[in-house]
């Protein structure tokens, strides 16, 4: 057990609920067992608690930030990333062929959860090595591959996503770095981007940026995009006028740099290019997946964290006195510890609530990867392959939206002591507060939710999701006092078509504007149903399991009363939602009139 | 106009939708006029805009500290404090013969709001003064109003609120601070207290500390506490023995100095009672009251900023382009700005919606107050008491709590940047977050607005409440699209009296632990009533004005469309409220199960 996430929810959640040892049944995982995931998770526990929880508020104390011309980062990123990758943590998940060790993904999120818990500034070091990497391996040439795989999987060398530039934004399709095709095949490449996380460092040999531009001639907008491989250094050894102009200051998550770089200022920055032309946004779209679930990971994690600190602190602290059934509070007696007093009580339950449910979205996604991963037929591929693509949006943007709600309440279980900054709570408030902005905010994800994913395919995907939810809620049913909360999803699943159809009226006429105008609702109305069936799920496994001996009774009534705290207190309190959504009014849209003033 | 808030809203609310010049009829407030308050809030303005806006950032960055056994803050504050007092922020709600200005408190809390929007970290020096005069005033000695009223009104004087100890947080009845009666009739104060506001600094001469404590053999619990006056300095200028221990290092609010302070240490710091022996807390209640409401205002001041500071950047930043018909995006178009995109204007008028509307509700207090000052037949004193006494908890509550959500909307605005230092809505979202935590928590205030105030004098207050709004409702409805929202508002006063009679069964039955449960969802969903109320107001007011002149035609329609924004996005959010109040699962509660782990 760690002390700063409570693990044994993780293990229930990736071995008991998603049944992850299946997995392990397959060609691809099959040189697995559970002990030796379960080892290289204790491992990864290990490591986050005596090489990142120590240094998590002293990297917030002392900030990334540039200096003569580079990114001075806390010395134990160095020490961090190096021992993370020789756990293999870049490695795990990557196949044999390319010297990965093939576990599955739903393991090693995990255990980058475990990490993330710890010290949240430190996963996204290694994740994007990885991201980029994988691109690398899918997307580049052999020669490619042979420069950077293996120095990027054991951390030699770190690796980066350049996407943003100053004038663009979110906006890709306005992105302006150009790429010269030179006579040896490379490009020379000039451009500013920005937001780099990991951007520059001095803990690694060599940075590889993963960089969108446009090779001169290209078409305009998104089209006219492709990838690049650019390293901080050349091969030699010298520089490859990669230029560190700034690192952006901010209110959380310090120990994270986020670099301001610029590319062939004096005109000799190289890079190569990686695949085919104009498939950039394309290729950059599957690191981009794997980042958004990653980025779901990251807040369901601090919430989770924040929720052990806040624990501890209502279970040493006492005030005040129970409320006794006089109604009057007797001085004489004894001061009572305020987890028990209700209202504390619902801030815990609704922070377990939130964060654990989020934990649970974000392995689902995970799962469903890995069986797109270990199927060998097509149709199955297709089926897992469409419902992580409906997960995905929603595992980036319930975990960092409610996971600020989750860690407020967390800081507000402590009084003013929750403000201070000697209590991590503050830190870990301040933190999350990024996770709703990365990868594409929550209004990006809401349209990519209501405008792409619940459509594609004739609308498959959210029917396949349908069909997964309801074998839960027939479980559910034949448990004794479950069927109310099975009725409560079924009625919601059943919301969720309604407001369908009342939308298609304004996409079958073209008017999307009006159909993805709320659409950031329908994601919360939608996330919601779909966490209320993570916990259906985690209710009937613990359900279940009583009695087994694998865990305490505590801990598996702790699972069922926060389930049934989720269904009467979180999705209640969305019931609101579906009549905003169907209402008729659309006061966002603009109007003729200037009514934002 | 101020450029950190739009002090036409703050006239329009004041002067137009609560009419305060009504104020002015009556013998206590004759001697005004309402271009004479004009010009007090436009001196306001202007000082603010000069002394404390540019200092903002600055102070954040150079937080109030703790060195060599004092508290250091930054020079400025000597220069806003000082600046503050002359253009008579501490006397102007004074009455005459105390040497104040008799301004009403509407008016003032008009002109504080915008300090606190321009520097939150300033007007709690001054209202604390303010706060802690007026108790010397109407319960103090003669010699102690001679000793300290003059001192304190110019400024040369600090003022502190000390009650808060580190044993007894929020729980009052277990501070243990000790007061020795002495032969001359003051006491020997003993004992230390913590989050003391303003608690020490160097930029006033003295500071004159109220203190609760125990004098030595008084009953256990609130019945025996007692109020001091405690200076910083004695008479004749050597230390009172008032020791500064530390300063509470925060997350936010930086420049406002939080301090640990030992009295006694060398036992010979003296105190003076202040009014009779063991009504301590009794008096400190009527600083705290509206302590409470200068809560409210300074969270409504900071969430209207951050409106004002996301609107500029949606109004100047481009990125992507508008959804068209056809449903793609033409990348050969220009870039649109960002207010244009239906999720942006959804942020922004649910700040405004939010910010706006929390203002309005803190005045309305403010109001009342004043009305309760100018009145001299008793029954409608007794009236405007009962309501202020209702409304408080919601005042303190509702802009701390939502206006999180409207900073945090404000931030998402600008996408990345919102994270980054440089820009200034992350301060005000660490700003904010403490005020669910001053003077009484959002639990607190939700069992004192459920536990007393909505069954004092047999339910009187919100029956009272019931009165006003329905004069609303009358108006609203004679107006073409308001009666929609009339009949809204009205089922939601019929949901507040459903929920109470529900409710009633458990106090009647003397479960007042479970009729007290769920008093912050209680406290959610009637003070989103009430600030309903207050839309509709704002709404009928502005529809009333058209064409008058005085305001825009846009400004006018802008607070038309927010009023129905906010039945049509803020009063339905919380539709699902009612159902969990009303719920008989009472997952709170504690159980002789050990649920939450």
Redesign the interface.
Same mark, same amino acid.
């Given at each position: 057990m760690a002390t700063f996430i409570n693990t044994d929810t993780l293990k229930f959640q990736l071995f008991d609920v998603l049944n992850a040892e299946q997995l392990l049944e397959s060609e691809y995982f099959g040189d697995h067992d559970k002990e030796g995931l379960g080892m290289f998770l204790d491992s990864i526990t290990d490591f986050s608690e005596k090489e990142l929880f120590p240094y998590f508020q002293e990297m917030d104390e002392n900030p990334a930030h540039f200096k003569n011309g580079k990114i001075i980062t806390h010395p134990q990123v160095a020490k961090m990333f190096s021992e993370a990758a020789d756990l293999g943590v870049i490695a795990a998940t990557l196949s044999n062929d390319h010297g990965g060790l093939q576990i599955p993904l739903s393991v090693h999120t995990v255990a980058t959860a475990i990490m993330d818990a710890a010290n949240n500034s430190m996963p996204g070091y290694a994740g994007l090595t990885l991201g980029s990497l994988e691109l690398i391996l899918e997307f580049g040439s052999d020669d490619l591959i042979q420069k950077y795989a293996e120095h990027m999987m054991t951390g030699q060398y770190a690796g980066t996503m350049c996407l $943003?530039e100053p004038q663009?934004? /979110?906006?890709l399709?306005?992105i302006t770095t150009s790429a010269t095709p030179q006579e040896d095949g490379t490009y020379l490449i000039k451009g500013q981007k920005i937001?780099i996380s990991g951007g520059d460092h001095e803990h690694t040999e060599n940075v590889i940026h993963l960089l969108l531009a446009r090779i001169d001639g290209a078409p305009?907008? $998104?089209k006219g995009i492709s990838l690049f491989t650019v390293p901080k250094f050349s091969p030699d050894g010298s520089s490859n006028d990669v230029i560190t102009a700034g690192e !952006?200051?901010?209110?959380?998550q310090k120990g994270y740099c986020t670099t301001h770089l610029i590319f062939g200022e004096k005109d000799h920055c190289v890079g190569e290019l990686v695949g085919e032309t104009n498939q950039g946004l394309k290729q950059m779209f599957k690191m981009m997946n794997g980042a958004r679930i990653a980025v779901g990971r990251g807040a369901a994690a601090i919430a989770m964290a924040a929720y052990e600190a806040s624990?501890k602190y209502a279970n040493e602290?006492s005030?005040?006195?129970?409320? $006794?059934?006089?109604?009057k #509070?007797d001085?004489?007696q004894e001061?009572t510890l305020i987890?028990?007093?209700?209202?504390?009580?619902?801030l815990?339950?609704r922070q377990?609530a939130i964060s654990e449910g989020a934990m649970s979205l974000v392995l689902q996604s995970a799962y469903y990867h890995d069986r797109i991963t270990a199927s060998n037929d097509p149709e199955e591929k297709k089926k897992y392959h469409l419902l992580l693509e409906l997960l995905t949006p929603m595992a980036k943007t319930y975990p960092s939206e409610k996971g600020?709600d989750a860690v407020?309440d967390g800081?507000?279980v402590l009084?003013?002591y929750? !403000?201070?900054?000697?209590y991590i709570l +503050? +830190?870990y408030?301040?933190d999350i507060?990024?996770f $709703?902005?990365y990868e594409g905010?929550?209004?990006i994800q809401?349209?990519d939710l209501l405008?792409r994913k619940m459509t594609m395919n004739e609308g498959k995907a959210p029917q396949l999701l349908a069909q997964e939810i309801s074998k839960t809620l027939s479980v559910a049913r034949k448990i004794d006092d479950f069927a109310p909360y099975a009725d409560q999803l079924g009625r919601r699943l059943k919301d969720i078509v309604d407001i369908m159809e009342y939308l298609g009226q304004f996409?079958s006429k073209?008017?999307?504007?009006t159909y993805?105008?709320?659409?950031?609702l329908f994601m919360e109305y939608f996330s919601t149903v779909v966490v209320a069936w993570q916990w259906l799920k985690m209710g009937i496994k613990a359900t279940e399991m009583k009695g087994s001996g694998v865990y305490s009774d505590? !801990?598996l009534? /702790?699972k069922i009363?926060?389930m #049934?705290?989720f269904f009467?207190?979180e999705v209640?309190?969305?019931?609101?939602?579906k009549?905003?959504i169907m209402?008729p009014?659309m006061?966002?849209?603009?109007t003729e009139?200037?009514?934002?003033?």
């Open positions: $943003t663009a934004g /979110s906006s399709s306005d937001f305009a907008g $998104t !952006f200051l901010k209110m959380g624990l602290r005030q005040g006195r129970k409320v $006794t059934d006089t109604g #509070k001085p004489s001061q987890i028990n007093h209700p209202d504390v009580r619902r815990m339950l377990k600020i407020s800081l507000q009084g003013g929750g !403000f201070c900054s000697e +503050q +830190q408030y301040r507060r990024i $709703t902005l905010t929550t209004g809401s349209i405008g996409s073209g008017k999307f504007n993805l105008a709320d659409a950031s505590e !801990f009534e /702790s009363h926060t #049934k705290f009467h207190y209640k309190a969305t019931a609101g939602l009549d905003i209402d009014a006061l966002t849209l603009k009139k200037e009514v934002i003033i």
